[in-house]
Nanobody
Framework: QLQLVDSGGGLVQPGGSLRLSCAASGFTLDSYTIGWVRQAPGKENEGVSC????????NYADSVKGRFTISRDNAKNTVYLQMNSLKPEDTARYYC????????????????????WGQGTQVAVSS
């Protein structure tokens, strides 16, 4: 059974940083595009960033470009999201998702054929 475990969330002041991790068990991540999706209270899911299976291609939502960096260490079967210069509007529950779709489809939330989701990790940005 494919299982993803998200971690690294927490409470941070505006301007602070967090690093989220997405660890896989039961399968190896290197066959999948991995994405981070967030959901704020009362809002729809928003694609944050996605990375191709070999890490060669990445994309980002306009709202996080220049502040967030996605990376993967296939040897550790883990994907990371480094979040810097955090803003209150980044407050949300962040989920990692493994999919066979492209990073373009991933960021747009198009997971028609397959996706596996972590349980999410809460990020709160507040002074």
């Amino acid at each position: 059974q494919l299982q993803l475990v998200d971690s690294g969330g927490g409470l941070v002041q505006p301007g602070g940083s967090l690093r989220l991790s997405c660890a896989a068990s039961g399968f190896t991540l290197d066959s999948y595009t991995i994405g981070w999706v967030r959901q704020a209270p009362g809002k729809e899911n928003e694609g944050v960033s996605c990375i191709s299976n070999n890490g060669g291609r990445t994309n980002y939502a306009d709202s996080v470009k220049g502040r967030f960096t996605i990376s993967r260490d296939n040897a550790k079967n883990t994907v990371y999201l480094q979040m810097n210069s955090l803003k209150p509007e980044d407050t949300a529950r962040y989920y990692c998702v493994a999919t066979i779709h492209s990073i373009v489809d991933c960021l747009e939330g198009r997971f028609t054929y397959f996706s596996s989701w972590g349980q999410g990790t809460q990020v709160a940005v507040s002074s």
